[in-house]
């Protein structure tokens, strides 16, 4: 049996808003809130220009403090876009970059030298 049409609409209506709730969770979110008063840390180490691990999403609450933890395996400089923050690299050493995420958007942190894309860092 059939369903009407009103009910075929009201199903895809439906469909679409669980769409669209779902794709609004975000790439690497999880169903917790966000603690805005804790600082969201990113630990990556590079080795042979890849870094680990794999870039992906990383997000922020306006306000929300940064930390950014680097280990390369050659010097280089890390970099937030948009933010103008970074710091040096020495060879086989930590650095680290902190800041407060006070701008909107979508930034990506990389190297300099180098260019590996380390991760996109989403403030909202």
Same mark, same amino acid.
């Given at each position: ?8 609409? %009201?199903?895809? @209506?439906?469909?679409?808003? @669980?769409?669209? %709730? ?18 969201? #840390? @990113? ?8 870094? #680990? ?11 929300? =403090? ?5 280990? =390369? ?13 970074? *710091?040096?690299?020495? %060879? ?8 407060? *995420? ?10 300099? #030298? =180098? =260019? ?9």
């Amino acid at each position: 049996m059939m369903p009407s049409v009103g009910r075929r609409r %009201a199903l895809a @209506v439906l469909t679409g808003v @669980v769409l669209l %709730a779902v794709a609004g969770t975000g790439c690497g979110s999880t169903d917790e809130p966000v603690d805005a008063s804790a600082p969201v #840390e @990113v630990a990556i180490t590079i080795t042979e220009g890849r870094a #680990e691990p794999q870039p992906g999403r990383v997000d922020a609450k306006k306000g929300q =403090s940064v930390r950014i933890t680097v280990t =390369s395996d050659v010097p280089d400089r890390v970099h937030v876009h948009g933010y103008d923050v970074g *710091a040096e690299l020495p %060879a086989g050493q930590p650095a680290t970059v902190e800041f407060v *995420a006070d701008m909107d958007g979508l930034f990506e942190v990389e190297t300099h #030298e =180098s =260019s590996v894309l380390l991760f996109q860092l989403l403030v909202r």
